[in-house]
């Protein structure tokens, strides 16, 4: 299988504070994805870091990549309300399996006001 | 733009029955795909087309099958419903020359009872 684990399963911030969520993945990849969810809703994209990168930042978002390892991380900084979502990582395998897209079980973030 | 687009958005049906799930996206993506998504879980791959004209397994293909009709329409067809079907599917779609990121559609939740 090509995906792994996220955790935490479930995470509960107070607003303002950081949120880091991680992601193990099992095979070589070209790049792995973040999306948000909201409400059992279609996902959204995040963000993308590619395999031969190590961080990337989009606004409040940072996510890291150990390819070692096969992990990544995602960080929201100053959280809000409406962070509020369940995010997922998703990876898309290296040569032939580029187009297999497999995601994560999922990190359930709360936000409290 | 629609963007990727799901019929019906829901539908409830007895064991043994049979349905197609439409998609249809107009950004002129060569990649699409159907994914399953259980309650409280992450999302499954059913199948992916990376191209017009193929199609790929993917995680969980038993108990159904695809076609990609043209480069805008990918449909999952449910041949003998089981309750082991209910979940909320997802279509997605990606242009793999450009981009990496899945666009989703709204989902169409399926009842099986």
């Known amino acids: 299988s090509q995906q792994g684990e996220e955790d935490p399963q479930a995470l509960s911030i107070q607003e303002g504070e950081n949120a880091t969520m991680n992601c193990s993945y099992k095979t070589s990849i070209n790049n792995l994805q973040w999306y948000r969810q909201n409400s059992g809703r279609g996902l959204v994209h995040l963000i993308l870091i590619r395999s031969n990168e190590r961080e990337k930042h989009s606004g409040r978002l940072r996510v890291t990549l150990d390819t070692s390892k096969k992990s990544s991380s995602l960080l929201i900084t100053a959280s809000r309300a409406a962070d509020t979502a369940s995010y997922f990582c998703a990876t898309a395998g290296a040569e032939t399996s580029y187009d297999k897209v497999i995601f994560g079980p999922g990190t359930s973030l709360s936000v409290i006001p | 733009n629609a963007g990727v687009t799901q019929t019906p958005k829901f539908q409830v049906l007895k064991t043994g029955q049979s349905m197609t799930l439409q998609c249809a996206q107009d950004m002129n993506h060569n990649s699409m795909y159907w994914y399953r998504q259980d309650p409280g879980m992450g999302l499954r791959l059913i199948y992916y087309?990376?191209?017009?004209?193929?199609?790929d397994k993917g995680e969980v293909p038993n108990g159904y099958n695809v076609s990609r009709l043209n480069k805008r329409e990918f449909s999952l067809r449910l041949e003998s419903a089981a309750p082991s079907q209910t979940s909320v599917y997802f279509c997605?779609?990606?242009?793999?020359?450009?981009?990496?990121?899945?666009?989703f559609g709204p989902g169409t939740r399926l009842t099986v009872t």
């Open positions: 087309s990376a191209s017009e004209g193929t199609t």
């Open positions: 997605a779609s990606r242009n793999r020359d450009r981009g990496h990121e899945q666009y």
